[in-house]
C-alpha cells in the first residue's frame, strides 16, 4: 500500500491587516464625512446665535456700553480742509433729553416725535484750537433715525451760506479749554448714520473755536466770500468727525 502523500497547508493570511484596511476605508468614507457634515452644522447655529445675540444687543448698546466705550478718550479725523487731527476728549455729559440737546426749534419739529435721548460729549484737538461736541441720538426706531439724519443734512444743504450751523447744542466742561463753549460758538455742524441691522443712532456734531471771543466769518459786505471761507473748515471737519466716530462707534458695537 502506497504511504500516504501530506500536501503542506499554505499559511492564512493574517486577518488584522484586512480589519485595518476596512476600519481605514470605513474612517474615510463614513466617519470623517459625518463629523465634517456636524462641525458645519455646529458652526452654522453658533453664527446664527452670535448673529441673533448681536442683533438684540445693538439697540441696546447706549445703555450696555461703558461711556468712556461710546465716547473714546482719543479720535482720529482727516478732513479735506481740515487736514489730519486728533481729538481729546474733554468730558462726557449725563444723559440728556433731546429738547436739552438741540436748539429749540430743531427740538420742536424733529425730535419731539423722534427722538428718545441723547448723550453728548465734548472734545479739543491737540492744538486747543477747535472744540466739538459729539452728540449720540438714540431714535425711536432706525427709521426715524434715518429721519433725523436727512433732517440734518438738508438743513446742513440749504443754510450753507449761514453765519452758524451748529447741530446738537455744545457741551462745555468747567476746568478745561472748552469751559466756556457755548451755543453761540458752534460754527459747524453735520450728522451721519451708524450703518448697523435696525439701527437707532444718528450721529450729530458741531464744531467751533475754542475762544468764544474769537469771531468767525462775520464779515459785512462786499467781503461775504471771505466769511463763508473762514466758516467752511469747521463744516468740513464736523463732517469729518461725524463719519469717523459713526464708523469707530459701530465697530465697537459690533466688537461685543
Same mark, same amino acid.
Given at each position: ?67 468712556? $466705550?461710546? /465716547? @473714546? &478718550?482719543?479720535? +482720529? ?7 489730519? *487731527?486728533?481729538?481729546? =476728549? ?9 429738547? $436739552?440737546? /438741540? @436748539? &429749540?426749534?430743531? +427740538? ?7 427722538? *428718545?435721548?441723547?448723550? =453728548? ?136
Amino acid at each position: 500500500m502506497p504511504s500516504p502523500t501530506y500536501r503542506s497547508t499554505p499559511p492564512a493570511k493574517p486577518k488584522g491587516r484586512a480589519r485595518k484596511v476596512v476600519g481605514v476605508l470605513l474612517l474615510v468614507f463614513c466617519v470623517l464625512p459625518l463629523l465634517g457634515t456636524a462641525l458645519t452644522v455646529y458652526k452654522t447655529i453658533k453664527s446664527a446665535k452670535e448673529q441673533n445675540s448681536n442683533d438684540e444687543f445693538i439697540p441696546k448698546a447706549w445703555h450696555n456700553l461703558r461711556s468712556d $466705550e461710546i /465716547f @473714546p &478718550a482719543r479720535i +482720529a479725523t482727516d478732513s479735506t480742509v481740515g487736514g489730519a *487731527k486728533i481729538w481729546a =476728549r474733554q468730558g462726557i455729559a449725563k444723559e440728556s433729553s433731546c429738547k $436739552e440737546a /438741540f @436748539p &429749540a426749534d430743531f +427740538a420742536d419739529n424733529v425730535m419731539e416725535s423722534s427722538c *428718545k435721548l441723547v448723550l =453728548r460729549a465734548t472734545y479739543t484737538d491737540l492744538g486747543g484750537d477747535m472744540a466739538a461736541t459729539i452728540g449720540l441720538v438714540v431714535a425711536k426706531s432706525s427709521g426715524t433715525a434715518k429721519v433725523i439724519d436727512a433732517k440734518i443734512s438738508k438743513e446742513q444743504s440749504e443754510g450753507v451760506g449761514e453765519a452758524r450751523l451748529p447741530t446738537v447744542l455744545p457741551f462745555a466742561v468747567p476746568g478745561t479749554q472748552t469751559a466756556d463753549w457755548g451755543e453761540k460758538a458752534g460754527i459747524g455742524g453735520a450728522s451721519a448714520q451708524v450703518f448697523l441691522p435696525d439701527s437707532p443712532y444718528t450721529v450729530t456734531t458741531t464744531t467751533g473755536p475754542t475762544d468764544p471771543a474769537r469771531s468767525v466769518g462775520q464779515l459785512p459786505e462786499p467781503w461775504g466770500f471771505v466769511g463763508y471761507e473762514e466758516r467752511y473748515p469747521y463744516r468740513d471737519v464736523a463732517k469729518a468727525l461725524a463719519t469717523i466716530y459713526a464708523s469707530d462707534l459701530r465697530r465697537t458695537v459690533l466688537g461685543k
